[in-house]
């Protein structure tokens, strides 16, 4: 039996890469074509994406008329699709072409200000637009590090490093040993990628408010800042479709920067906030921001590590 799964995980694996591979030769705007047309696909027949999306869509923009929340899920759907597709353009597409993708840089100052003053950059990246991109043009410009954790599929692995490292991005574990990388790369007065709307484990997080609900938080960042002053800034690649991609850095909600890890926990989520009314159809509305509840918490043995931040 393990023999069979190995067997069938080789040949998802080899079929994935083959699509990166010629995917990675197209432009990004026949790849925003290309997913225009597969959107409406996921929207049929892949019943958890859509569900999920609406369901968080609701909770966001509960403002919205039945019809303007029906375009922006199809919207999300297809800017999620094409995030996907774009993948094997990010990690093996000609550099060059990837970098003239990138048709703007907003708010480099932050970045640059903060490193002036000898001061590391801590860079929120949502999963808005393209990450991967952002993760190209960061580790393009700026010594980058950020943390990696190795794809299900074990064959994949060597593809997504050397796509996201090619740039010269240092990929760190997500364990204590990467924690401690992320820590000397700030104190070199680096910069350092974190994710902020993953949910943590149990032991590593607070809830926080985020659009108007209890969403559990890691409390990475505030353990970060407080042991070396680092400036905290919010980066997306936001897709410009059929044109290529718009950098954006915004400076992040003062909160991140209180000692109380739920204040801190609290000024993240706005700042993801921010970040995603740029465009909120380029947020990955389909991942469950909300999976771990308070109720669920409170059935723990040491249920008050994770109360409200109110």
């Known amino acids: ?54 369901i ?11 019809p303007a929340h029906w375009r922006l899920v199809q919207d999300s759907l297809v800017h999620s699709s094409a995030t996907m597709l774009e993948l094997g353009f990010a990690w093996l597409g000609d550099a060059r072409r990837v970098s003239d993708a990138i048709q703007e840089v907003h708010g480099r100052e932050l970045l640059d200000d903060a490193r002036r003053h000898d001061q ?24 980058f590090t950020a ?22 991005a240092s990929l760190v574990p997500t364990n204590p040993r990467g924690v401690a990388a992320l820590l000397k790369a700030l104190k070199r007065t680096e910069a350092i990628g974190i994710l902020p709307d993953q949910e943590p484990g149990w032991d590593s997080g607070v809830f926080a408010p985020f659009f108007g609900r209890q969403a559990y938080t890691a409390t990475l960042l505030p353990k970060l800042v407080a042991r ?19 950098i954006h850095f915004l400076a992040a909600d003062e909160r991140v920067y209180d000692s109380d890890e739920r204040t801190s926990a609290a000024g993240v989520n706005a700042s993801v906030e921010t970040a995603i ?34």
């Open 147 to 168: 943390m990696y954790e190795p794809p299900k599929l074990a064959a994949l692995d060597p593809i997504i490093r050397r796509g996201r490292e090619r740039q010269g």
């Open 56 to 66: 968080n869509l609701r909770q966001a923009y509960p403002e919205l008329t039945e």
């Open 277 to 310: 009314a740029l465009d909120p159809a380029q947020y990955q509305w389909e991942y469950k921001r909300y999976r771990k509840t308070p109720e669920e918490a409170e059935q723990r043995p040491d249920w008050k590590h994770f109360r409200l931040y109110r």
């Open 120 to 143: 590391g950059v801590i860079v929120l990246a949502p999963h808005f637009g393209n990450w991967e991109v952002l993760n190209f043009w960061l580790s393009s410009h700026f010594p």
């Open 1 to 54: 039996m393990a023999t069979l799964k190995s067997s069938i995980e080789r040949l998802q694996s080899r079929a994935i890469v083959a699509l990166w591979r010629v995917l990675s030769g197209w432009r990004p705007v026949s790849l925003w074509r290309l997913a225009r047309l597969i959107g409406p696909l996921v929207r049929r027949f892949s019943q958890r994406e859509r569900q999920v999306t609406q």
């Open 228 to 246: 070396t002053e680092a400036r905290v800034v919010t980066g997306v690649a936001r897709r410009l479709p059929g044109r290529g991609f718009s």
